[in-house]
């Protein structure tokens, strides 16, 4: 009967031995893999940048440009202060701005010699700085007509021009739908290019 419970308990004894080997092994192991991800670098993002304005989505500065408008008191085109963001690397785009307003403002006591319903549509500058300005019809179909008015008309279009592009401009032709025009009410020929006289 001794014998047989020494041998239960030896038994038990070497379970028991086998055990603890193996939870000993398994903890070990356990604990090994949590010092080798202590030691390994989790990768971590880098912050984004900050986002860096582009300069060229920049707006210029505004800047005041004279557009050369009929006085309706005296009869007489004087300039008119208005101030507009140019587009500073593109002289170009910069007449085509300058011409715009001109055919677009008409404040309060002044009158447009410019046709109502008149649109650019395109400026080009030679290398001779000549400015071609094409125009659409209405600045023909729509003008009032006569020797004055037509005077006026052009006039306007030079002075501002010219004031505004005084050393990149030499010469401005006219254009309507991309022709070259004798006139556009009978009176002034516009065939060539045309300075602004003193």
């Known amino acids: 009967m001794k014998h047989n419970n020494s041998a239960g308990f030896s ?6 031995g086998i055990t ?21 670098a989790i990768p971590v993002a880098p912050p984004p940048l900050p986002t860096a304005a582009n300069p060229s989505d920049t707006p210029p500065p505004p800047q ?5 408008l009929l006085d309706a008191t005296t009869l007489t085109l004087v300039p008119i202060k208005i101030e ?16 715009t307003a001109l055919i677009q403002e008409t404040p309060p006591n ?17 290398n001779q700085q000549t400015a071609y300005l094409d125009f659409s019809s209405h ?7 006569g020797t004055t008015a037509e005077f006026l008309t052009v006039t306007a279009i030079l002075k501002t021009i010219f ?6 401009i030499k010469q ?4 309507i739908d991309g022709e070259e025009i004798k006139t556009i009410a009978g009176h002034l020929n516009l065939s060539q290019p045309l300075r602004l006289t003193q």
Not at 11 to 16: K, S
Not at 84 to 99: C, E, F, G, P, S
Not at 114 to 126: A, F, K
Not at 172 to 175: D, G, M, P, R, T
Request: hydrophobic share 45%; glycine share 6%.
């Open 163 to 168: 004031d505004a592009f005084p050393d990149h």
């Open 20 to 40: 603890l080997v193996v939870v000993a092994i398994c903890l070990g192991g356990t604990l090994l893999l949590i010092e080798r991800s202590k030691l390994t």
């Open 110 to 126: 002044f009158r447009n010699t410019i046709p109502r319903g008149t649109e650019l549509h395109e400026v080009y500058i030679d």
């Open 84 to 99: 507009r963001r140019l587009h500073t690397n593109d002289l170009t785009k910069r007449l085509n701005q300058v011409v």
């Open 64 to 68: 005041e440009v004279n557009l050369f």
């Open 11 to 16: 038994r038990l004894l070497v379970i028991w």
């Open 172 to 175: 401005v032709q006219i254009l």
């Open 139 to 145: 600045l023909t179909d729509g003008h009032i007509g």
